[in-house]
């Protein structure tokens, strides 16, 4: 496993697209975001896209999506989304952000990540780590990684 900064061109995005992912990736949400891609056997397995809000001190994820072969009960990894949250509430510390990280989150999934990931509903679909909930998010998935 490893986790890498990536900038998506037009012809990984379009080979995404016919794998079944569902968003553009290569378009950005945020004019700094960064995108992290979690790689094994050298196929992406994941992405996020984030930005550091330091005005407001925390994160903000703006997509996290997951290859359709690592979604549902059969998925082949089962890390993937973990520890792609994990890195995004590390790099909130690293900011001095204290591990906040906000997002939104799609209707059907805001209990799986309030019970699986530890978020708390903000309001509405926004949900939010906190400090406790980033460093548990770090320990479990990735601690004793080579995350890049």
Excluded: C
């Excluded at 950005?28 to 984030?50: M, P």
């Excluded at 989150?105 to 903000?122: F, N, P, R």
């Excluded at 926004?126 to 990684?145: E, H, P, V």
């Amino acid at each position: 496993m490893q986790l890498l900064s990536v900038n998506i061109v037009l012809s990984t995005a379009k080979q995404l697209k016919k794998d079944g992912w569902k968003f553009d990736w290569d378009k950005s949400f945020g004019a700094i975001s960064q995108k992290i891609a979690y790689l094994e056997n050298e196929k992406i397995q994941g992405l996020v896209e984030f930005e550091e809000v330091p005005s407001s001190l925390y994160n903000i994820i703006y997509r996290i999506e997951l290859a359709p072969e690592n979604i549902g009960k059969t998925k082949k990894i089962d890390n993937v989304a973990g520890t792609l949250f994990a890195y995004v509430a590390k790099d909130s510390l690293d900011a001095g952000f204290e591990g906040f990280v906000v997002f939104d989150s799609k209707t059907i999934l805001i209990d799986h990540y309030v019970e699986k990931y530890g978020a708390q509903i903000l309001f509405g679909n926004r949900l939010y780590f906190d400090t406790k909930a980033s460093k548990a998010l770090i320990n479990k998935y990735l601690k004793g990684k080579n995350n890049g």
